[in-house]
């Protein structure tokens, strides 16, 4: 699969997600070209925050967005073995805590059955959109926490993925962290308790954000199972 998008099939060298462009840390890594690849330990959750029941080896992923479908489906089918994961940039957050479709491919049926054939673990992405504010919406109250949360852990379960990637950006003040601590930590578990895994797209700039929701060591410690860095280039490491 190709890194970043250009539609090559050779086997690539392991980098943080791409997004398929250029891009920086606050992109989504759609990667809407071929799937972006990502080599990533596994982060072992603490006992208190449950344990994925089914879990799949996860070190060798990619993203497949809308910009240039056909070509990532293509490098995806071409290449379904290599994979560990698969990350369909298929869904977007609302500001009352529900999802959409984005893209109009969700739930490809292509990309599905590949997955499935070839025992690749199907963990789509969900975007908290351009800018901070739906996120900080959900954040409002606990009430909203808890109701997103229900929201996305029943769209794992009805439609039978193996989990879901947090990609939810620009969220860089101190005052953003008691709220996305408290998702991860809720999704976390009750992902868990379904069998299922917890991924999470961040930005490495910790030096640049310092005391922003990305508390990278805290994300593992609340149960998250594993964080792609969003390296783009390495400017940021």
């Not at 006992?47 to 489906?73: F, Q, V």
């Not at 990309?111 to 025992?119: E, K």
């Not at 769209?155 to 947090?166: E, P, S, T």
Request: proline residues 7%.
């Amino acid at each position: 699969p190709a890194v970043g998008g250009n539609g090559a099939t050779d086997p690539p060298t392991t980098t943080a997600p791409d997004a398929g462009s250029t891009a920086d840390a606050g992109s989504a890594p759609d990667a809407g070209s071929a799937p972006t690849t990502s080599d990533a330990g596994t982060a072992s959750p603490p006992p208190d925050a449950g344990t994925p029941t089914a879990a799949l080896p996860h070190r060798r992923c990619g993203w497949i967005g809308g910009d240039d479908l056909a070509s990532g489906i293509a490098s995806f089918v071409a290449n379904a073995d290599f994979f560990d994961a698969i990350h369909p940039v298929w869904y977007v957050a609302n500001a009352d805590g529900t999802v959409r479709s984005m893209g109009g491919f969700t739930d490809d049926a292509t990309i599905v059955s590949t997955a499935r054939a070839h025992h690749v673990a199907l963990i789509p992405l969900v975007y908290g959109g351009d800018s901070a504010s739906i996120v900080r919406t959900i954040f409002a109250s606990p009430a909203a926490i808890t109701a997103h949360v229900q929201v996305l852990t029943k769209l794992v379960v009805d439609k039978g993925y193996d989990g879901l990637d947090l990609d939810y950006e620009h969220l860089w003040t101190a005052a953003d962290r008691p709220g996305y601590n408290a998702l991860v930590t809720q999704l976390a578990a009750a992902l868990h308790a379904k069998g299922k895994t917890l991924t999470a797209a961040v930005s490495p700039a910790e030096a640049d954000y310092a005391g922003s929701a990305y508390d990278l060591p805290g994300m593992v410690a609340e149960g998250v199972d594993l964080l792609h860095l969003m390296g783009y280039d390495y400017h940021y490491l």
